[in-house]
């Protein structure tokens, strides 16, 4: 029967009509003549789609659910016991949220016929599971992932965005800790930016199992400092690694690597998977989650760590569809739009819409296209950049000027206030999100994309224009997302696959059955990602740079060619030392062996004769350069011996002259002069002028002390007075990420790493105890035990400084750090609304998680 209703052409007909119907009716447009469908064929359609509903096939199972929703939403109220039928037809799909998105579906089932009530109770009963003591209902998808795991299955999934796997890892987790209390998880996630939102939906998590003694673990706690008993981690692949390095016994019990395709991304990738050798050194048997929305080879997961029981899961089905529209300007000068369906009507035309404004440039169209059709729904605009989010946002807000959402403008109005406050009284955002407006990019400080991120959630702003961070896993649906010839960077189109994982984000689910997705000249872009795969086969960055960069990388191991931290080929020399440390380690063989290098390849005998040449010019340990894993093993070695050089001629005075000081120390800015000028002879490379060295001096001291955004623009304001303020604020929130928090985090970390061990070699070893972290002050922007006790609790930099600076005690820890928050009046302190609201929530979620 299924097969008989597939391939019947009538089906192909009746979705395309009712797409275009659809579409018709819900973007307002001009249509001449209508497709028309009566009430018996609307029947018709929904019976056609129970029997598809029935099907293994995800294209079926697609067909099935459009069909459905797009009847229901055309006929509502016109046709008897419609919203039974339709609530069937999702039953049979096994998408039980979604019966939440219409009352009148979700309160069907009394409506329907004894047969049907009784087939749904048999089906949710087959996908009911018990979490935090309550049943919930699951879909197909999800039921199978949850008892995946519950048997203990190491798993490689891929799955759309949207589909509600971290909703079941993050379950699985706190129901594992409810019954082996001795269990322990790290959660990986790629970016800083995804860490306060796995933190938070995990303590929710932790909540609602009624857990009262686990801490959520987002910042790796210093050599020496006693790991927690019962705990979740929650860390990019740079922390993982530290808190590895600093805790050399620490292992897991559940290992998540979530977007596990980043795998593939240069450095990230090769740190992620050095990051994931290591634990399995310590723990073979660990339980592994690899997580991704894009990958057709999931077996790669297998391959790359060598655990064959990685299993494979992998689905298409999506919980919430999507239409994607192709919105072709036909006269730019008058505004005139005709609009094509791209989904099930392969191409057709299905009207023309009047925009009333000139679209002569990609800007214009998305701002005037996103304005007309976005307005009445939540909506993502796609900029190409930070300075072009910031220009789209800003006409957009323009346009809406009169028509800020009823009841959300105290909401606006605060995160307005805590805009100015978290980068500057004259950052733009300020000015946009009053009209519901906001951007939204990597450089943005935490505090401030968090509370954006939230405010478009509780539906007080109306639109946010993103970049590329939308692509690292931030959650963020929208009903509508408009894209013009869009770009993963400067002048590099998005690729199919980033397209695929960005499209995921349109369509909310339990709020709408269709998400949009607007195409604006769909015609003219460089990549056509809608006739290229969802998915695609990733190579690990390792594996990748052995077999098509052979005589580059063959080069940075004979110490022949130089590259800087954090460019685009630097994951050469990041590779260089994972695979020296390897070879000093005596698993290079294996390495090698997961990389896909033939025993008997000249590559093979290529690399190790190089790094049998390499581990005679470089004696330091495997461990000691592995603890810098971005910077050339022959860099590392010269900074060595240059402290070793040092230490020999001057002694302990020498020794002592050479440590990093504590931020708070008087002479802290005369000390990081003096390492920043080895540094960057050794290190970096750069110049090292004087002038550079006490700017960056300057800027690491302020940063770690807890400076504040607003004055370090400033600050640069009083360097470059001819700089338009929001270049100056770009321009600064780069030099915190990519300088401050990356090259010199790494840049000091490698100098305390070497100086340690120089200090061992020398006699001196008992100076190591005098080192401070400079590397996780510099990541975190702290330097205050009492300020880093409250980041750990979760809180924003912005609020850990503020309430550093009234707190009397400098040194507490988290415990005492959370017991003196629980004991302050934040609102006579004088503290903003939403400084007072992540507090609230950070003892919330603490008084449940230790």
């Given at each position: 029967?299924?097969?008989?209703?597939?391939?019947?052409?009538?089906?192909?007909?009746?979705?395309?009509?009712?797409?275009?119907?659809?579409?018709?009716?819900?973007?307002?447009?001009?249509?001449?003549?209508?497709?028309?469908?009566?009430?018996?064929?609307?029947?018709?359609?929904?019976?056609?789609?129970?029997?598809?509903?029935?099907?293994?096939?995800?294209?079926?199972?697609?067909?099935?659910?459009?069909?459905?929703?797009?009847?229901?939403?055309?006929?509502?109220?016109?046709?008897?016991?419609?919203?039974?039928?339709?609530?069937?037809?999702?039953?049979?799909?096994?998408?039980?949220?979604?019966?939440?998105?219409?009352?009148?579906?979700?309160?069907?089932?009394?409506?329907?016929?004894?047969?049907?009530?009784?087939?749904?109770?048999?089906?949710?009963?087959?996908?009911?599971?018990?979490?935090?003591?309550?049943?919930?209902?699951?879909?197909?998808?999800?039921?199978?992932?949850?008892?995946?795991?519950?048997?203990?299955?190491?798993?490689?999934?891929?799955?759309?965005?949207?589909?509600?796997?971290?909703?079941?890892?993050?379950?699985?987790?706190?129901?594992?800790?409810?019954?082996?209390?001795?269990?322990?998880?790290?959660?990986?996630?790629?970016?800083?930016?995804?860490?306060?939102?796995?933190?938070?939906?995990?303590?929710?998590?932790?909540?609602?199992?009624?857990?009262?003694?686990?801490?959520?673990?987002?910042?790796?706690?210093?050599?020496?400092?006693?790991?927690?008993?019962?705990?979740?981690?929650?860390?990019?692949?740079?922390?993982?690694?530290?808190?590895?390095?600093?805790?050399?016994?620490?292992?897991?019990?559940?290992?998540?690597?979530?977007?596990?395709?980043?795998?593939?991304?240069?450095?990230?990738?090769?740190?992620?998977?050095?990051?994931?050798?290591?634990?399995?050194?310590?723990?073979?048997?660990?339980?592994?989650?690899?997580?991704?929305?894009?990958?057709?080879?999931?077996?790669?997961?297998?391959?790359?760590?060598?655990?064959?029981?990685?299993?494979?899961?992998?689905?298409?089905?999506?919980?919430?569809?999507?239409?994607?529209?192709?919105?072709?300007?036909?006269?730019?000068?008058?505004?005139?739009?005709?609009?094509?369906?791209?989904?099930?009507?392969?191409?057709?035309?299905?009207?023309?819409?009047?925009?009333?404004?000139?679209?002569?440039?990609?800007?214009?169209?998305?701002?005037?296209?996103?304005?007309?059709?976005?307005?009445?729904?939540?909506?993502?605009?796609?900029?190409?950049?930070?300075?072009?989010?910031?220009?789209?946002?800003?006409?957009?807000?323009?346009?809406?000027?009169?028509?800020?959402?009823?009841?959300?403008?105290?909401?606006?109005?605060?995160?307005?206030?805590?805009?100015?406050?978290?980068?500057?009284?004259?950052?733009?955002?300020?000015?946009?999100?009053?009209?519901?407006?906001?951007?939204?990019?990597?450089?943005?400080?935490?505090?401030?994309?968090?509370?954006?991120?939230?405010?478009?959630?509780?539906?007080?702003?109306r639109y946010i224009v993103c970049t590329s961070t939308l692509l690292s896993g931030v959650n963020l649906p929208a009903r509508n997302l408009f894209m013009c010839l869009p770009q993963r960077m400067k002048g590099v189109a998005l690729e199919s696959v980033d397209f695929w994982n960005l499209a995921g984000r349109a369509g909310r689910l339990r709020r709408e059955f269709q998400g949009n997705i607007y195409l604006i000249d769909y015609d003219k872009w460089t990549h056509q990602p809608l006739a290229a795969p969802k998915s695609a086969k990733i190579v690990p960055a390792i594996e990748h740079t052995i077999h098509t960069r052979t005589n580059d990388l063959d080069a940075v191991i004979q110490d022949s060619q130089f590259l800087m931290p954090g460019t685009s080929d630097a994951g050469l020399e990041t590779i260089f030392v994972k695979l020296l440390a390897d070879y000093k380690r005596g698993r290079i063989g294996v390495t090698l062996d997961r990389a896909n290098v033939a025993r008997d390849a000249p590559l093979r005998e290529q690399l190790e004769n190089s790094l049998a040449i390499a581990d005679q010019l470089v004696p330091l340990s495997a461990d000691v350069i592995a603890a810098s894993p971005t910077i050339s093993a022959h860099r590392q070695q010269r900074l060595y011996d240059s402290f070793v050089g040092i230490i020999d001629g001057g002694g302990e005075l020498a020794a002592r002259e050479l440590l990093l000081k504590h931020p708070r120390e008087t002479k802290a800015f005369d000390s990081y002069v003096a390492a920043l000028a080895l540094c960057h002879g050794t290190l970096l490379r750069r110049t090292g002028s004087i002038k550079q060295n006490r700017f960056f001096a300057l800027m690491l001291l302020k940063w770690m002390q807890g400076m504040s955004i607003s004055e370090l623009v400033d600050g640069r304001t009083s360097f470059y007075p001819n700089e338009k303020i929001d270049t100056t604020i770009r321009s600064t929130l780069d030099l915190v990420e990519q300088e401050l928090r990356f090259n010199y985090v790494r840049a000091f970390g490698c100098y305390n790493a070497l100086l340690s061990e120089a200090l061992k070699v020398s006699g001196h070893g008992e100076l190591c105890k005098s080192m401070p972290s400079i590397a996780l002050y510099l990541e975190i922007g702290a330097s205050d035990k009492t300020m880093i006790s409250f980041i750990a609790l979760g809180l924003s930099r912005l609020a850990a400084k503020n309430l550093t600076n009234i707190c009397p005690i400098k040194t507490l820890d988290v415990k005492n750090a959370r017991a003196w928050l629980s004991r302050q009046d934040l609102e006579i302190l004088g503290f903003s609304t939403y400084i007072r609201s992540e507090v609230n929530l950070a003892l919330k979620r603490s008084s449940v998680t230790g």
């Open positions: 029967m299924i097969d008989k209703v597939w391939q019947n052409p009538v089906l192909a007909q009746a979705l395309g009509a009712l797409e275009q119907n659809w579409l018709v009716q819900t973007l307002h447009l001009e249509r001449s003549p209508p497709v028309a469908i009566s009430k018996a064929d609307a029947c018709r359609y929904i019976e056609a789609a129970a029997i598809l509903a029935c099907s293994e096939l995800a294209a079926q199972r697609l067909a099935a659910y459009r069909i459905a929703t797009y009847t229901y939403d055309l006929f509502r109220g016109e046709i008897d016991g419609l919203e039974a039928s339709v609530r069937a037809v999702l039953t049979r799909l096994g998408n039980f949220p979604s019966l939440a998105t219409e009352p009148g579906i979700n309160s069907a089932l009394s409506k329907a016929s004894w047969a049907i009530a009784e087939e749904e109770v048999v089906r949710r009963a087959a996908n009911e599971v018990e979490i935090a003591g309550a049943a919930v209902a699951l879909t197909d998808f999800q039921v199978t992932l949850w008892r995946a795991l519950s048997t203990g299955e190491s798993i490689a999934i891929s799955a759309p965005t949207s589909t509600g796997k971290s909703f079941i890892l993050q379950a699985f987790i706190a129901q594992s800790l409810t019954k082996r209390p001795l269990f322990s998880a790290c959660y990986i996630v790629p970016t800083r930016a995804l860490i306060t939102q796995v933190h938070g939906d995990l303590s929710d998590a932790l909540a609602a199992a009624g857990l009262s003694d686990v801490e959520v673990v987002t910042v790796p706690l210093e050599e020496g400092d006693p790991l927690p008993e019962k705990a979740v981690y929650v860390l990019t692949q740079e922390r993982l690694q530290l808190l590895l390095l600093n805790h050399p016994t620490k292992n897991v019990d559940f290992l998540v690597i979530d977007e596990a395709h980043s795998v593939q991304d240069g450095d990230r990738g090769i740190i992620l998977q050095s990051a994931i050798d290591d634990i399995l050194i310590r723990g073979p048997s660990v339980q592994l989650l690899f997580a991704s929305p894009t990958v057709s080879n999931l077996n790669v997961f297998s391959g790359m760590t060598g655990r064959k029981d990685v299993s494979i899961q992998a689905t298409e089905q999506v919980t919430v569809s999507q239409n994607f529209i192709n919105m072709t300007v036909t006269s730019p000068k008058l505004g005139r739009v005709k609009v094509y369906s791209q989904s099930a009507s392969g191409g057709a035309e299905v009207g023309v819409a009047e925009i009333g404004q000139q679209l002569s440039s990609r800007v214009e169209c998305l701002v005037h296209i996103a304005q007309k059709f976005g307005a009445d729904k939540q909506s993502i605009v796609y900029a190409n950049g930070q300075a072009d989010a910031e220009k789209i946002a800003f006409q957009i807000s323009d346009l809406r000027s009169e028509s800020t959402p009823d009841g959300q403008s105290g909401d606006l109005d605060a995160l307005a206030e805590l805009a100015k406050e978290a980068v500057h009284p004259k950052y733009i955002l300020a000015l946009t999100v009053k009209n519901g407006v906001a951007f939204h990019y990597g450089n943005i400080p935490t505090v401030l994309r968090n509370a954006i991120e939230q405010s478009f959630i509780s539906g007080a702003l």
